[in-house]
């Protein structure tokens, strides 16, 4: 009956730990024991929550106040706080191997000789059996999750290899025993080439063809794994050429392109160019390479794309055709606000006529002529007027000063005539004074 009775025990403590629920098989560190001093101030189960006065923590053994504890009892020692906890009973503790998949919990009653499975704060387990409770000191031995790095079994590439004119990396896949697969950071592998005259290869996995033609292989190798990718190179184009200038032109201009290759082979190209422009207000470019200026000043770049390889035009639009001809001059006259004296309120405004200046007659062949006198202009530099990136300078045109001539802020199709004041601003650029205005 005795016998009976134990067996009964037995099977029932096995139930207990059955009924939990099972997620997987583990394996265990070496056992400890440890003796947990309830009457030491501040390491008791608090109301706040189990763990938020500190408590012992596991893997050193030691009693922390910090958020590094694992468990903490209550004062009597008759209840334990975990991140989570499981009981399975009064179970053997060498035969526990299985991690329950549910019914953990923060806090639980505590009995001699049961046995727990707790939760740490990091997700690993650990299994600890209370051996004695006497007075304030909790008596448990325990052991620790043993950590498990899985290994590497092989690893490949995620992508082929191919030639590129600029650089290029491969992405190494590992799998592992446990069935993972993840992707290897590049620098740690190490990477060789078969073929350095084809494609040169550094410690992260960059891979820089050098444009010769001919058959390499890229090798990785990580954990002793190796894995390989063989491409085979053909004559590439080393560069772009063109002959056409490309300047402003009211009539569509054409740009051929050249391709030279490695072994110095031309082919003057007629498709497969990709082309675009920086600029269409300035200059558009159709799909064949034919740029049509709009007529409008300002920069614009033209890109030709072949097989990698760019060709780039640059221009500036600077018309100055629309200061050609005979413009009447006009001297704006001036205006005077009054105010009330004794309140400052704004009383009126009288105006002073202005006054014709005569005339300019600004030629195409870099000539001038103001009022009597005549000289040559050119066309103003980079800056040189501010705010006005296309004027013209009529030069010594007021004794030995020069005149800018540019086009009116607010007046359409008028010109605003500026004198140099021989004073710059701070950017080095010069400062001219409003002097007339022209209209035809």
């Known amino acids: 009956m005795k016998r009976l009775g134990s067996l009964l025990v037995f099977l029932l403590a096995f139930l207990c730990f059955s009924t939990v629920g099972s997620a997987g098989a583990i394996s265990w560190g070496g056992t400890k024991e440890a003796k947990y001093d309830t009457s030491i101030p501040g390491t008791n189960l608090p109301w706040s929550g189990p763990l938020s006065l500190g408590g012992m923590n596991l893997e050193t053994g030691k009693m922390t106040r910090g958020t590094d504890a694992d468990v903490a009892f209550s004062r009597d020692g008759a209840e334990m706080g975990a991140n989570g906890i499981v009981g399975l009973g009064k179970v053997k503790y060498d035969s526990v191997n299985q991690i329950p998949g549910s019914g953990f919990q923060e806090l639980i009653k505590v009995e001699q000789g049961n046995v727990y499975i707790i939760k740490r704060k990091n997700g690993n387990m650990v299994k600890l059996q209370i051996t004695s409770i006497s007075n304030s000191v909790v008596t448990f031995k325990y052991a620790l999750e043993k950590s498990y790095t899985p290994k590497v079994t092989s690893i490949k590439f995620k992508e082929k290899l191919k030639y590129s004119p600029t650089s290029v990396s491969l992405s190494v896949i590992a799998n592992y025993s446990d069935k993972t697969k993840a992707v290897v950071k590049s620098s740690s592998a190490k990477w060789t080439s078969n073929n350095k005259n084809v494609a040169k290869v550094d410690s992260k996995g960059k891979i820089t063809f050098t444009g010769k033609p001919g058959k390499v292989t890229i090798t990785a190798t990580y ?29 569509p201009i054409k740009v051929n392109v ?24 300035v200059a558009k470019v159709s799909s064949t390479g034919v740029v049509t200026f709009t007529g409008k000043n300002g920069n614009a ?45 704004y009383a009126g405004s009288r105006y002073k006529d202005g006054a014709y200046k005569g005339s300019l007659t600004v030629n195409k062949n870099g000539t001038y002529t103001l009022n009597s006198k005549t000289g040559k202009w050119r066309v103003a530099k980079k800056s040189e007027v ?14 030995k000063n020069d005149i800018a001539i540019t086009d009116h802020d607010r007046k359409k199709g008028y010109i605003k005539l500026m004198v140099d004041s021989k004073g710059k601003y701070t950017d080095g650029s010069k400062i001219w004074i409003f002097a007339a205005e022209g209209f035809k």
């Open 223 to 251: 954990k002793g794994k190796k894995t390989s990718a063989t491409t085979t190179v053909g004559n590439v184009v080393k560069k772009l050429s063109t002959t056409t200038k490309l300047t402003y032109s009211k009539k």
């Open 386 to 399: 501010f705010n006005h990136p296309v004027s013209i300078i009529l030069l010594k045109a007021e004794g």
């Open 301 to 345: 770049t033209i890109t030709a794309t072949y097989k990698g390889k760019k060709l780039t035009l640059k221009t500036t639009v600077a018309r100055v055709d629309n200061y050609y001809g005979k413009w009447k001059l006009w001297i704006p006259g001036t205006m005077v606000d009054y105010f009330y004296k004794d309140t400052g309120n």
């Open 258 to 281: 050249t391709a030279i290759y490695m072994n110095g082979k031309k082919v003057k190209l007629k498709s497969g160019v990709v082309w675009k422009s920086s600029n269409k207000n």
